[in-house]
C-alpha cells in the first residue's frame, strides 16, 4: 500500500472539501472500514499523526495517476478460443523439453521461471491496474479529490466493462502448460487481484466519476465470474487444492461473495476454512507441510500464511473468527508466523529448500497484522531485527 506538497499544504488544500465529518462506512472487506473512517474523520480534524500516514497514501495515488490503462487486448496472443477478450497466461515454472524436437509437452522446474511468462501480458497487467485502482481509491477516500476516482474508474472500465477492451469473465486460459493444456485448474489464482479491485469501488462511493451503471456493471461481471469460479471445471479443482492455491481460491471466492451480498456462503467458507486451511495446513508445531515441499518454501510458507491472514479478515466481516481458532494440539494461524520468525530472523538456519533469497516485505506486513490483531507489539521487535525499511507503520494503521 504509496505529495506534490508538503503534508501541511495537503491539509489545507484537501480537507474543506469534507465538510462535516463522515459517519457512514466504506464498503470494504480487506481493508478496515473502520479504522479508515474513523482515520479520515480524524485527518478532517487536522490529527498530525493521521495527515503523516495520510502524506504516504497520497504519494501512492500520485503514483498511480502515472499509470496509463491497460487491458486484456493489449496482448500479442489470441487463445485457442479465438477470442482476444479471454485472459491468457503461461504456467511459469514450466519450460520447453529438451528431449522432444519440438519442446513438447513443456517440463517443470518448481521455483525457476520461464521468461516466455513475460511475453504474455494478462497477468502483469492485472497485478498492475489493479495496484493503482486501488491506490487511486485509498487517495480519494482521504483526500476527496476527484482526480482519484476519476482515474480509478477510467482503469476499472477499460479492463472490466468497455465492450472493445473488456476481459471475458473467466481465468479458463491462464497458467497454460503448453503440450498439454491450454490452461489450468492453478491459473484460478491470477484471479486473486480482483479483490482489491472490490475494496476500491467500495471506497469510490460518492464519488461522480464512479456512477451508478459503472457499479451495477461490475456487480454483472462479477456475478458471471463468481459462477464461472464456482461451477467450473478448473474452479473446483482450485477450490480443493491442499496448498496455497486452495487458500488464495478461499480470499478471491469470499471477497467477491461478500461484494455480491451472498452472505451464507461467505459464511460457508469462512468456517469451512477451520478445518480445510488452518488443521489442514498446519502442523503443531508451525510449519506448514504443504508449502515445505517447494523448492522456494519460506517464501511459499510466507505466502500461504498471507492468505490465512487474508481470509482471517474477511471473516471478521461475517463474524467468523479465523484470528484465534485453535485445534486441540494447538494449531492455528499465530503458531504458523512464530514458527517462521527464527528463520527470518536468521535465528536458525532454514533446514528446507530456498532457492532463492528470501524477500522479507511481505512477511513485514504479516507481523504488522499480528501485532493488531493479536495486541502484541512484539512482533514489532521483531520489524526492527529484520529489516532496516520499514512499512510506514502509521500507514499500516491507517488501513487495518
Not at 54 to 77: I, T, W, Y
Not at 89 to 108: C, E, M, Q, V
Not at 147 to 157: P, Q, V, W
Amino acid at each position: 500500500m504509496k505529495l506534490l506538497t508538503t503534508v501541511l499544504l495537503i491539509g489545507l488544500f484537501f480537507a474543506p472539501q469534507f465538510g462535516a465529518n463522515a459517519t457512514k462506512l466504506p464498503q470494504v472487506f480487506i481493508l478496515n472500514g473502520k479504522r479508515m473512517l474513523e482515520s479520515r474523520n480524524a485527518y478532517i480534524d487536522g490529527n498530525k499523526e493521521v495527515e503523516k500516514a495520510v502524506s504516504a497514501v497520497l504519494r501512492a495515488g500520485d503514483k498511480a495517476l502515472e499509470f496509463a490503462p491497460v487491458s486484456v487486448m493489449d496482448k500479442n496472443q489470441v487463445p485457442v478460443s479465438g477470442d482476444k477478450h479471454d485472459f491468457v497466461s503461461l504456467a511459469k515454472y514450466w519450460f520447453p523439453n529438451p528431449n522432444t524436437p519440438d519442446g513438447l509437452p513443456y517440463i517443470r522446474k518448481d521455483g525457476v521461471v520461464n521468461p516466455e511468462v513475460k511475453l504474455y501480458k494478462d497477468y502483469e497487467n492485472l497485478n498492475k491496474m489493479s495496484g493503482a485502482v486501488l491506490d487511486a481509491a485509498i487517495a480519494y477516500y482521504f483526500s476527496a479529490s476527484e482526480k482519484y476516482a476519476e482515474h480509478a474508474s477510467k482503469l476499472i472500465r477499460v479492463w472490466f466493462l468497455d465492450a472493445a477492451t473488456r476481459m471475458n469473465p473467466n481465468l479458463k486460459y491462464a497458467q497454460a502448460v503448453k503440450g498439454s493444456n491450454d490452461g489450468r485448474s492453478w491459473g484460478v489464482l491470477e484471479g486473486q487481484d480482483f479483490r482489491k479491485i472490490i475494496d476500491a469501488v467500495g471506497l469510490l462511493e460518492g464519488s461522480k466519476s464512479w456512477k451508478n451503471e459503472d457499479q451495477e456493471g461490475l456487480k454483472t461481471w462479477m456475478t458471471n465470474y463468481f459462477q464461472w469460479l464456482t461451477e467450473s471445471e478448473n474452479g473446483i479443482a482450485e477450490s480443493n487444492a491442499p496448498n496455497n492455491h486452495g487458500t488464495w481460491y478461499q480470499v478471491q471466492a469470499v471477497s467477491i461473495a461478500l461484494y455480491l451480498g451472498k452472505t451464507d456462503y461467505a459464511i460457508h467458507r469462512c468456517e469451512l476454512a477451520k478445518e480445510k486451511r488452518i488443521t489442514a495446513q498446519i502442523k503443531p508445531d508451525g510449519s506448514q507441510p504443504f508449502e515445505l515441499e517447494r523448492t522456494k518454501a519460506l517464501s511459499y510458507s510466507d505466502y500461504n500464511l498471507r492468505a490465512l491472514m487474508e481470509l482471517a479478515i474477511l471473516a471478521e466481516n461475517v463474524s467468523v473468527d479465523l484470528w484465534h481458532y485453535k485445534t486441540n494440539d494447538g494449531c492455528c494461524i499465530r503458531l504458523a508466523l512464530d514458527f517462521m520468525v527464527p528463520f527470518v530472523q536468521k535465528q536458525k538456519v532454514w533446514p528446507y529448500q530456498q532457492i532463492e533469497e528470501f524477500k522479507n516485505k511481505d512477511f513485514i506486513l504479516a507481523l504488522y497484522l499480528a501485532s493488531i490483531k493479536f495486541k502484541d507489539t512484539s512482533y514489532l521487535g521483531v520489524i526492527k531485527n529484520i529489516s532496516d525499511k520499514e512499512l510506514n507503520s502509521s500507514t499500516i494503521t491507517l488501513l487495518f
